[in-house]
């Protein structure tokens, strides 16, 4: 029952998404079509009359708004996000061929952030309130302040510009097809590095804070005691009894910040060059390409939303409890 | 084996510290079995889980030594060397006391791959196995712990502790949430494992038949610190302290009979840190108890005790009582080599029939009449009963026929504050105060209208309280209540005994419970004493009279009384000894009947 009622809740979200995705663009002022090719102010219609006239046959603007929206749904359903403007290639074409990158990024600097995170997070709470705890919070606390940007500029600027042991921009060299598999992935490697690694670091002191936190919680239950007493090594007391716990509410939150991850990781791509969803939204802003800022948003949108469900799934699978409340 | 010097155990609270344990000393030996009884808060849990370093947060002061090594140091690597290998814990029930996450197998499971050289498939097979010999079936080895039952978790805890046997086994509260046939039956695998494996036990329990039946020797403990150490046994039926008496008295499987009163007060008052932490609600308190905490002192061998007054005091002995009184033809011997203790805090039952002396036995108490022979001492050295019935906090007598102890022609109130006018107690305000309180003790109204009324105008039961209220004035140490509730019917009877119990507790004297009421003593009573023809013919604690009468006359008066009762309820008292007495006896029933109407007379 519950489980349908939390499945209803994402199918409307996902609808209200669309709508909005859709009726946002009629909302603006002005014609849309003015501003394919105007600038600020200036609005000079590049297109002939006939060109409007096919544009909007296209986008189902010479319907009324009910049919249109319905065509936009029925579009979407078969995978077809709209043509880009400036690119004059299909949305979805360009979003697939870019999205990688992002989740490449994305799920990098997660796995750092969790990995770092968790360790120095569970470090501080055993050592709560002495040297160690201390020194880690104040550390954490003064990086998760600054912005993903800066960060990124600050890595660009020392390790890629000043000391050369990265490459400025870019997420491949350009293409040379004698090169091994290997050869490629090292590349690809050497290029995220940065990125991620600035992705990462904004991450890091929410992820050693929730972890802390955790943790802290965790180490009085009576549970943490009977493992003591049962005499375990410490490792296994951490890791089967502490972590395996921490790991509930760890996860279904790594899954609900993707969103803020994603915003981070906008700005990282567009600080590195990293041709991800990220810059392509800066350039397709540029050039006021709206289907395309509207496909990558969607895009984006329904992913961080499909994160968050499967966050739910996953509390389920991990606590067993969950499955019995529900009887 | 294991030997605790001057433990304690201090939380570092934020309002100040908390020590649940204070000044802790004693030996366990091999083999040993040791119970350790208190109320809830007293620290046992923090006690043992001292024991294996589990209280993390907590300050240890004093050793912990176990097999001639300290346990407690710098470091936790002792307790590392002995936990689970030697020393091994059923904890108490909680909910979380087994990781939620993991499931039972894998909780066991855990403690052999640590601690022992298996392969995993005799691992396997050793967990199922000792899952069913605590009585859990191998089908919930899988299941996850939120899904068992609070005895179910018990006996999984109690498996994971047993597989790595141990050589010392903690059981804190084992049982508490097991029906009465699962405790006995996991009593006893305990039991039998201990006979194979031999481990030592440390049990905690709320549950005194538990403890007596699985421990040798008991600790009693109070906010932290040792009331009373020794034999399981001989602490259960001879308690010394009056805290130890205290949790026997609230403890349904020990007063079986009696009404159950928890001592009064209670989760620790803040005990002066200098003084006796039991003080606020010892019944037997004296000056110097606030002020100096009782060391815990050998009484005998074995026996150790933490009490300024050398423990639960004797207010009353009377030893060799005799009294008889001439008739016109010969003489009745009313009482014949009788010996009487009163303790502090205690209910002693009189029993007896009709002319046995029983009321003869609390004139001569009480000094009404003078004793032939044989001496009556009292609590402080050169008090006899007569000084003692005309003071405060000394002793007083309620009769049976409230129509003679209270005038006719005085008023309710002058009737109460009589003792004190006459003692000539504080300002005659204060004695008006002493007496509406005790009125509202008894609780019979202070309402000017009640307390001009004069005494014909009241009925049987309130004469009765209010001979209650007049003895109260004077917060009597000792209150002997001669057939008290003779003369009222049932309803009014079981009002007025609830009221007086109630003040017992609260206030805690001792008291004289005379009657030939069984059943009512059998409500009433710690101890009984039985009197037959003038002489004691038995005392003891109520539950072993009356379970066990020695003596052929108490179990004729018992079985006559009460066994035979039982298939016959609907049956008044009075009908049944009619009906039930043999000829002879019914004889006799009449003659000391008709001896005490001639008794009277002189
Ligand atoms: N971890 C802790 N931190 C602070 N105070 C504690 C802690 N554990 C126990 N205490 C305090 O120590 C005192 C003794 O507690 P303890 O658990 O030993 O009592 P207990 O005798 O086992 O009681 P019960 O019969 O209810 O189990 C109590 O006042 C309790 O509040
Ligand atoms: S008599 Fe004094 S020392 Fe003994 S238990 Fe009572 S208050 Fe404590
Ligand atoms: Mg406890």
Known sequence: ??????????????????????????????????????????????????QIRQYKACYGLDQPIFRSYLSYLADLFRGRLG???????????????????????????????TVLGTALGSLSAFYRNRLLDNVLYGFMMFFSEIPAFLIGLFFLF?????????????????????????????DIIHHAVLPVAALSLTRLGGMYLLVRNIMISIIPKAYMRTARAKGLSRYRIFIRHGLRNALLPLTTRIFMSLGTLVGGAVLVENVFAYPGLGLMISQ???????????????????????ANLMSEVLYRVLDPRVKDGEG | ????????????????????????????????????????????????????????????????????????????????????????????????????????????????????????????????????????????????????????????????????????????????????????????????????????????????????????????????????Y?????????????????????????????????????????????????????????????????????????????????????????????????????????LCDVNVELKSGEILAVLGKTGSGKSTLAHVLSGLYPSDQGRLTFWEPGLDSLSATRKRDGLQIVFQDPYSSTSHRMTVLDTVKEPLDILGWGTSESRRDAALSALAQVELPNKPEFLEKHGHALSGGQRQRLSLARALTMKPRILIADEITSMLDPSSRANLLRTLMGLQNAQGFSMIFITHDL?????????????????????????????????????????????????????????????????????????????KEQRRTP
């Open chain 2, 519 to 595: 059943f009512l003593a059998r409500k009433v009573a710690d101890r009984v004493m039985v009197m037959d023809r003038g002489r004691c013919i038995e005392q003891g604690s109520s539950v072993r009279v009356f379970q066990n009468p020695f003596h052929p006359r108490t179990r004729e008066l018992v079985d006559t009384m009460l066994g035979n009762v039982k298939n016959e309820p609907m049956l008044g008292m009075k009908q049944n000894v009619y009906n039930l007495l043999k000829p002879r006896e019914a004889e006799t029933f009449f003659q000391v009947n008709h001896n």
């Open chain 1, 1 to 50: 029952m519950k489980k349908l009622g939390r499945l209803t809740e994402y199918v409307i979200t996902v609808l209200i998404i669309l709508s909005i995705n859709f009726f946002l663009p009629r909302m603006m002022p002005g014609d849309p079509f003015l501003f394919l090719s105007g600038d600020q102010g200036e609005q000079i219609s590049a297109y002939s009359d006939e």
């Open chain 2, 1 to 228: 084996m294991l030997e605790l010097n001057d433990l304690s155990i201090v939380y570092p609270e934020n309002h100040g510290p908390l020590t649940a344990v204070d000044h802790v000393s004693l030996r366990l030996e091999r083999g040993g079995r040791l119970g350790i009884i208190g109320e809830s808060g007293c620290g046992k849990s923090s006690l043992a889980l001292s024991l294996m370093g589990l209280n993390r947060k907590a300050r240890t002061h004093g050793t912990i030594v176990y097999q001639g090594v300290q346990l407690n140091g710098q470091s936790d690597k002792a307790f590392k060397a002995v936990r689970w290998k030697k020393i091994a814990m059923v904890f108490q029930n909680g909910s979380e006391v087994l990781n939620p996450v993991l499931n039972v197998f894998e909780q066991l499971d855990e403690v052999l791959k640590t601690h022992r050289r298996f392969s995993t498939k005799q691992r396997r097979e050793l967990v199922l196995t000792w899952l069913e010999r605590v009585g859990l079936d191998r089908n919930w080895a899988f299941e996850f712990p939120h899904r068992l039952s609070g005895g179910m978790r018990q006996r999984a805890l109690l498996a994971m502790a047993l597989c790595c046997e141990p050589e010392l086994l903690i059981l804190d509260e084992p049982t508490s949430s097991l029906d009465a046939r699962s405790r006995s039956e996991l009593m006893g695998l305990i039991d039998s494992i201990q006979a194979d494996q031999g481990y030592s036990l440390i049990l905690i329990s709320h549950q005194l038949s538990v403890i007596e039946a699985m421990t040798t020797d008991l600790l009693t403990l109070y906010a932290g610190q040792m009331m009373e």
């Open chain 1, 83 to 113: 043509q880009s403007l400036y690119f004059n290639e299909s949305v979805g074409h360009i979003v697939l061929r870019r999205l990688p990158w992002t989740v490449f990024l994305v799920c990098g600097a997660i796995l750092f952030s």
């Open chain 2, 230 to 334: 020794g034999p399981t046994h001989t602490l259960l039926h001879h308690p010394m302290h009056p805290y130890t008496r205290g949790l026997i008295n609230a403890s349904p499987d020990y007063q079986i009979y009696k009404e159950l009163w928890g001592m009064p007060g209670g989760n620790h008052e803040t005990p002066a840190s200098n003084g006796c932490p039991f003080a606020p609600r010892c019944v037997q308190k004296g000056p110097r108890c606030k002020n100096s905490r009782p060391q815990v002192q050998i009484i005998t061998d074995g026996r150790s005790l933490a009490c300024n007054k050398g423990g639960i005091e004797i207010l009353l002995k009377g030893e060799h009582l005799h009294k008889s009184f001439a008739l016109k033809k010969g003489t009745v011997q009313a």
């Open chain 1, 284 to 306: 397709a802003v540029m050039v006021h390409d709206y289907p395309l800022i509207q496909g990558i948003f969607l895009v984006i949108t329904l992913l961080v939303l499909s």
């Open chain 1, 158 to 186: 020392v390790f890629a510009a000043s000391l050369g042991l990265f490459p400025l921009s870019g997420a491949l060299t350009s293409f040379s097809p004698d090169r091994s598999v290997v050869q490629v992935l090292k």
